[in-house]
């Protein structure tokens, strides 16, 4: 004999209750177990067979067996037998239904929408609001004939066969997630983003609505989901919301999902939700056996561990990188079931509960809330995959696109633009972009991977951007792909935090679509630049204009056929009150204002770096714009500079530790191929060291500088201003460092254009002088140090 209990379970979108039947007995039923109908939900079975005969989905000389699935009584299931064929019906239980409840018709819908695309649901048939058939409404789908396990635990089958029937199920909540909403027409079959915050809020009112006394720990569990909600909630797939072992069918004999059951709670929201219910019973505490099928599965041989089972779900996914923490998706699942367990006790308590041990589950609440908040304390990450620093779901998302699109489009584009710009070497056209970088930029725009380094147009976190620019930082032309390339980042930044609505609408708004390009002229060739007070460039009013004198250089960009604006850095006319830092202000100059003289591109170790637009030398020569082109007002350029800098630092040096990767990348490739003196370049003591110290100072210099990043998320950008003085120079110094031990290793090579470590290590080297030298960097940290520690020596 087999004891089934009755579990309420409230349908967060419907805002109804449903009734799951759990089994304590083991099993592996054949099509599921049916019993008689029960006399509450019966109804008139000839006028049923008359009206699928209509239909044509029996014959009029067919005679129907109809019985009852002891599973699915929210929405009353039955089997329609006749001599030939099977049938499930389900349909809409009898009486007063609460608003919104019990809608067959939903059900009816996603699965037409699943069946249609291929994924793994009974065939729907037909769909009835005609109440006069059976005296509710209901719809009708294929029969399939399979195994339904209502013990999660699988008892009765190998540890080798549990491992493949859970793979399988995880394949298949991976299969749903992946699919198209669009193509499936179910854009609008739920409420989308902003899903965790109402499931915390419902399941926190039917506990509340539910309760027979005050549990402590269910209020702090509560509070806890309320006010730890995912950063990014922004996610959105088809849901299943009661994603089982126990709503599948697997095919008799193999590990494949045939079917998946029960779509009553479906909708549209965060997939980890469903993830993690799934997993939840990884998580079960042996004691919480009252809800059986629930059960502990730790210990039970052959089902796959939860980090198995999340890599299986990210392959599966195509998502590259780690998850985020399950902590509070886990929470969810707990709080949801406790939930449950006190509204099965709250009709106990009422004296209409199905389930004969209702009683019990009154015991349950509390322990389930308990152990609730004791796992979402403790880290959840596998060791391999666990972060200092975590980006938020979005971060993790679109880096995933980027590293795909690098790995299929960016990479594979090399040598074409290399080609271009040897072909290009002594022409004009060697200031022009690549046609298959324009190509490129299309695309990433069209996939949404377009301005990425600005939070307000991404929605991403420096930290998010830290780890994308060091994928884009493994190839010199991708940060351009997705259009964010320096110096335009810190130009739109500028133009973004500082600018008026008409310097917005004539330069930000064409330079954020990557319709132009622009260049920063703050460098001078007559002073020493790294004390930028030292600056001669002049600015000063007549009327309602500005008039500009003064040579600038280094001024990367400017080169660039697309290049129509610089941003110039000048001094103004001091008044009395002004101080040292008081006395410049960054003006817009369009490049074709007369006055305006592009001398030279400088080189780089020989390079001119076209495919940044070069490094010019440009002379203003009584250079007259509108007033209206000064940036904040007179006297604020050094206010801009500090808030333009310093994110733009940290670009190049996540950059940089994407470049040093790659770099160490190609050393040991070449120190694995090539032999010396009777043995591999590897084997050698010295390269081994080498490639030992190359991996150490990338790990540090990665770690500076996502600390800088979170410092700039969290702190803002003065109160980072040691760390990200910190990483300036660490990062420099590594990837010069890595560099050298990889074209130390290439011999010959290395110093050729046959590989791109020479131009690389240009780039590198020049990173510690560009946005401000070493020597100005250390100062700045060191004085910053004194004060900290003066500070707590005064304590």
């Known amino acids: 004999m087999r004891i089934y209990v009755c579990v ?18 083991p099993v592996a039923d054949m099509d599921g177990s049916t019993t008689p109908v029960r006399a509450q ?10 009206y699928l005969s209509a239909k044509s989905c029996v014959s009029n000389t067919d005679t129907l067996s109809v019985g009852q699935f002891v599973a699915g009584q929210s929405n009353p299931t039955f089997l329609i037998q006749t001599p030939s064929r099977s049938y499930v ?53 294929e029969h399939v004939t399979g195994r339904i396990f209502r013990d999660l635990r699988l008892p009765g089958v190998s540890p080798a066969e549990r491992a493949a029937l859970y793979v399988a ?18 854009d609008a079959y739920g409420k989308g983003a902003g899903y965790c915050r109402r499931q915390v809020s419902t399941w926190t009112k039917q506990y509340t609505a539910s309760a027979h006394r005050d549990i ?12 730890n909600l995912p950063a990014d909630d922004e996610e959105v797939t088809l849901v299943h919301g009661d994603f089982r072992v126990d709503n599948l069918i697997f095919h008799p004999t193999e590990a494949r999902v045939l079917a998946v059951l029960d779509w009553e709670l479906s909708t549209t929201g965060q997939p980890l939700a469903d993830l993690a219910y799934f997993l939840m019973p990884h998580y079960w505490s042996p004691g919480l056996t009252k809800l059986s099928t629930m059960g502990s599965l730790n210990g039970i041989k052959g089902i796959p561990t939860v980090d198995n089972l ?93 590293k795909g699109f690098m790995k299929q489009f960016v990479l594979p584009a090399q040598k074409e633009v290399t080609d271009y710009y040897i072909q290009h070497a002594h022409s004009p056209l060697r200031w022009n972009t690549p046609q298959i970088i324009e190509d490129l930029k299309v695309k990433a725009r069209e996939m949404g991977l377009w301005n990425l380094f600005l939070p307000a147009a991404s929605g991403l976190t420096q930290l998010d951007y830290a780890f994308i620019a060091e994928e884009t930082g493994r190839c010199l032309f991708a940060p351009e792909v997705f259009n964010c ?48 007070t030292n600056m001669e460039c002049s600015l000063y009013r007549e009327e309602d204009s500005f008039v500009i004198n003064g040579k600038k250089w280094w001024s990367s960009g400017a080169g660039h056929a697309r290049c129509k604006v610089a941003i110039v850095m000048c001094t103004t006319t001091p008044t009395s009150t002004a101080t040292r830092h008081g006395l410049h202000s960054m003006i817009l100059v369009p490049l074709d204002t007369a006055g305006v003289k592009l001398v030279r591109p400088l080189t780089v170790f020989g390079q001119d770096d076209a495919i940044h637009g070069g490094h010019f030398e440009v002379h203003f020569e009584n250079v007259r714009v509108p007033a209206s082109n000064i940036i904040l007002g007179e006297g604020r350029g050094f206010e801009i500079a500090q808030a333009r800098l310093g994110a ?133 940290v060191a004085g910053l140090e004194l004060r900290d520690q003066l500070a707590k020596a005064k304590l």
């Open 310 to 402: 999340i890599s299986v779900y990210r392959r599966c996914r195509g998502i590259l990188s780690a998850l985020p923490p399950l902590n509070f998706y886990l929470g969810l699942s707990f709080f949801k079931m406790a939930g449950i367990a006190q509204g099965v006790y709250a009709r106990h308590l009422l004296g209409n509960a199905s389930a004969a041990n209702a009683a019990e589950f009154g015991h349950c609440v509390e322990p389930l809330a308990v152990s609730a908040l004791q796992l979402i304390q403790r880290p959840l990450a596998s060791p391999q995959e666990a972060r200092l620093f975590l980006q938020t779901t979005k971060g993790q998302e679109v880096l995933q696109q980027v």
């Open 648 to 780: 733009g630092r940290l670009h190049h040096c996540m950059r940089a530790v994407g470049m040093a990767e790659l770099a160490l990348e190609l050393l040991c490739l070449r120190a694995a191929s090539r032999r010396t003196f009777g043995k591999k370049l590897y084997q050698h003591e010295v390269v081994a060291h080498w490639i030992a110290e190359c991996r150490l100072m990338i790990e540090q210099s990665r770690l500076l500088t996502l600390s800088a990043a979170h410092a700039l998320d969290t702190l803002g950008g003065r109160a980072a201003r040691k760390q990200i003085a910190l990483v300036k120079v660490a990062a420099a110094r590594m990837a010069c460092k890595v560099l050298d031990c990889a074209i130390q290793v290439h011999g010959g090579a290395g110093v050729s254009g046959d590989f791109p470590l020479a131009h690389m290590y240009a780039y590198a080297r020049t990173l510690r002088i560009a946005d401000g030298p070493d020597e100005v960097h250390l100062s700045t």
């Open 216 to 227: 402590p720990a269910m209020n702090e569990l509560s509070n806890w989901l309320v006010s």
């Open 8 to 25: 309420y379970i409230y349908g967060s979108r419907s805002n109804s209750w449903k009734i799951i039947n759990l089994p304590s007995g």
């Open 41 to 50: 939900h019966r109804f008139n079975v000839e006028r049923l067979q008359k």
């Open 485 to 532: 390339q320096a110096p335009d980042t810190g130009n739109m930044e500028v133009l973004h935090m500082f600018g008026t609505d008409e310097q917005k609408k004539k330069w930000l708004e064409p330079l954020m679509r990557g319709e132009m390009r622009s260049c920063f002229c703050m460098t001078e060739p007559d002073v020493a630049s790294s004390d930028a």
């Open 169 to 186: 199920a995880v394949e298949t909540l991976a299969k749903l997630h992946a699919l198209d909403l669009g193509a499936l027409k179910l």
């Open 89 to 141: 019906l389900r349909k809409k239980p009898p009486g007063a239904l609460l608003p919104g409840a019990h809608k067959v018709d939903r059900e009816y819908r996603v699965q037409k929408a699943l069946y249609s695309a291929g994924f793994p649901v009974p065939k729907p048939l037909l769909h009835c609001t005609d109440d006069d058939v059976i005296g509710t409404e209901f719809y009708l789908m």
